[in-house]
């Protein structure tokens, strides 16, 4: 219901799995753990589910999550945790966290995990996709090494809220999941040594979600892998390489759905909805200030285009309709077309291209007023003073080839 593998790759290519052998070790366990289980989105009920299914590794498993909350216009939609929804499924105890952050800071965690001079080795904490920073009052209720994250990413690379969104961003080859040590905030986000790590390869047509869906699986074989060699006594930590150089993933923006088609290529763009489109639809803005999101994007080769369409393409951000692939056409920073086969301007509904474009107004024409022509759109919404002042001169305009096709 919830998950699904990489297009026409039902297992991603995985080149290594390895623990690492130095550091903190891990004492013989005489019995299975008790687990608190905080998450929230998909990604954490894959790595549940796989702890699910190993019963050898666990006693109880309880799971906190954040509460239901109203979204939407006037609250008028319910979003509920799919950790939840899947822990009642399984039949397990979930809990709900505070709503706000400062109010989890105080929040008391459910019996048996409280307080007391010495951690029980038994009680085991593992974090995925939680969205929350533990506090140390928190953390010190578990042995050092008992209180493990689930993090997507080969660490030290991409530390921060949005791993696999920016592993895709910046056209990664591959990627990978670590369960880690967590540690109190002031000693560093994602920072801890490494119990175990997974490597695989990306396929080049990964999005979000398939790459999500991966990595979860994966990270729930290689907790679950963890906790058994910690069970045996032979589970081995490393500090990371606190390499100040590694690439960071902060949290996705509204800006980050913003498309530049001065510095973006058709590559970049492609990478970028593929990354942050579930969430964020791309979008540039019309002449008015309006945006227009472009959906269905991909490259198209500008040999594809006939010579009347490539004579309106003569700059980064120039848009017009292409029959032939019945999609809007834009050119991209250094040459490369960018098709979209659905658009949705502001406040309107999501049109093919060509019912679009046969809609397409005077007023965003790239000379103002004129019934034909291409388009042009902008990485902001700034509105000229003057809305119907042509943004190129027609001189200009004739000395890029172009003129000739407002007459």
Known sequence: MLYRLCPKHSVLSLSLRCRNYSSAVSGTQSQAFDILFLGR????????????????????????????????????????????????????????????????????????????????????????????????????????????????????????????????????????????????????????????????????????????????????????????????????????????????????TGQDAVVDFHTMTAQDIVRRCRAIAHQKPLHAFLQTGRSLQLHGVSMLDAAALSEHVLSQLMEPGFATYDSYSRSLVVRCSDGSILQAKQVKQQDRALLNAREWWNGVSPDLRAIRGSDSGPIILNSDSNIPSNPYEPLFEPALLSFMGIFTVFQ
């Open 41 to 252: 989105d998909e990604f954490s009920c894959l790595v549940l589910e796989e702890l699910h299914h190993a019963p050898d590794v666990w006693s109880t498993i309880q799971i906190a999550t954040q509460p239901d909350m109203r979204v939407g216009r006037r609250g008028s939609k319910l979003a509920i945790s799919p950790l939840k929804l899947l822990g009642q499924d399984l039949k397990l105890p979930v809990h709900t966290i505070p709503p706000d952050k400062p109010s989890f800071r105080y929040w008391k965690l459910p019996p048996p995990f409280l307080p007391s001079a010495t951690p029980n080795p038994s009680h085991v904490l593992v974090t995925a996709s939680f969205g929350r920073i533990l506090p140390k009052s928190m953390l010190d209720i578990f042995d050092p090494s008992r209180k493990l994250n689930v993090h997507p990413s080969l660490l030290p690379a991409y530390r921060g809220a949005a791993p696999i969104h920016h592993t895709i961003l910046n056209g990664e080859r591959e990627t990978g999941v670590c369960v880690i040590e967590m540690m109190e905030r002031k000693k560093g986000i994602d920072a801890g040594s490494i119990w175990g790590k997974s490597q695989m390869t990306i396929p080049d047509d990964c999005d979000f979600v398939s790459l999500r869906d991966s990595l979860g699986r994966e990270g729930g074989k290689l907790l679950v892998t963890v906790l058994r060699d910690m069970l045996a006594g032979k589970a081995t930590a490393v500090p990371q390489d606190h390499n100040l150089a590694a690439p960071r993933a902060p949290f996705v």
